[in-house]
């Protein structure tokens, strides 16, 4: 079956930084459409970026984290990054990995927590 499992999420001071990794298994991992989500306490589930599958990965970002969040996939290892640089406040929120356009598999997610 689907599944995805998300890692690497911690408490961070901001201007710091995560990689976040999310295995997936039971699909056929290179040639799908991958993408990154959050949710923030008290907000809807949102998309932050994604990487198309097949020959060319190509990214698009959220404006709120351009240039400061990368995606990036490993299809060997049935795997999706989002390295996550210069961390905000306003970056705390658990993150999930899912199709993009997403689907109802839903892993647990990882949360990230920035404070000083």
């Known amino acids: 079956q689907v599944q995805f499992v998300e890692s690497g999420g911690g408490l961070v001071h901001p201007g710091g930084s995560l990689r976040l990794s999310c295995a997936a298994s039971?699909?056929?991992?290179?040639?799908?459409?991958m993408g990154w989500y959050r949710q923030a306490p008290g907000k809807q589930r949102e998309l932050v970026a994604s990487?198309?599958?097949?020959?060319?990965?190509?990214?698009n970002y959220a404006d709120s984290v351009k240039g400061r969040f990368t995606i990036s996939r490993d299809n060997a290892k049935n795997t999706v990054y989002l390295q996550i640089n210069s961390l905000q406040p306003e970056d705390t929120a658990v993150y999930y990995c899912?199709?993009?356009?997403?689907?109802?598999?839903w892993g647990q997610g990882t949360q990230v927590t920035v404070s000083s």
């Open positions: 899912n199709f993009a356009p997403s689907s109802t598999y």
């Open positions: 039971g699909i056929n991992f290179s040639i799908v459409a």
């Open positions: 990487i198309s599958g097949g020959r060319y990965a190509y990214a």
